[in-house]
């Protein structure tokens, strides 16, 4: 079984920086992407960024440069920095992991989510 946990989320004022961490666990033989989503209240879940096994990156609009992507192959791990927060960056953030491989074969996977709140 494939678990995804993330971390780093809380609330902070704008203009400041957050860094979240998504560790994935279980029998993973690889990964090809990893991304992060964010679900604002009364929003659908949305694109933040993703990264691919070979680190070629994607990111949303919104995200507008002040965020960064970055993944370490060897833990299973992606993070994303977030500079210069803004309160529309209020949101839950949930890790996803697709294509995953393991024994059992290929499967997508999501984390249970971590808060982000910005106050203006």
């Known amino acids: 079984q494939v678990q995804l946990v993330e971390s780093g989320g809380g609330f902070l004022q704008a203009g400041g920086s957050l860094r979240l961490s998504c560790a994935a666990s279980?029998?993973?033989?690889?990964?090809?992407?990893m991304g992060w989503y964010r679900q604002a209240p009364g929003r659908q879940r949305q694109l933040v960024a993703t990264?691919?096994?070979?680190?070629?990156?994607n990111y949303a609009d919104s995200t507008d440069g002040r965020f960064t992507i970055s993944r370490d192959n060897a833990k299973n791990t992606v993070y994303l920095q977030m500079n210069s927060l803004k309160p529309e960056d209020t949101a839950v953030y949930y890790c996803?992991?697709?294509?995953?491989?393991?024994?059992?074969?290929?499967?997508?996977?999501w984390g249970e989510g971590t808060l982000v709140t910005v106050s203006s």
């Open positions: 996803n992991a697709e294509h995953v491989l393991t024994r059992m074969g290929l499967m997508d996977y």
């Open positions: 279980g029998h993973i033989l690889s990964i090809h992407d």
């Open positions: 990264i691919t096994s070979g680190r070629s990156t």
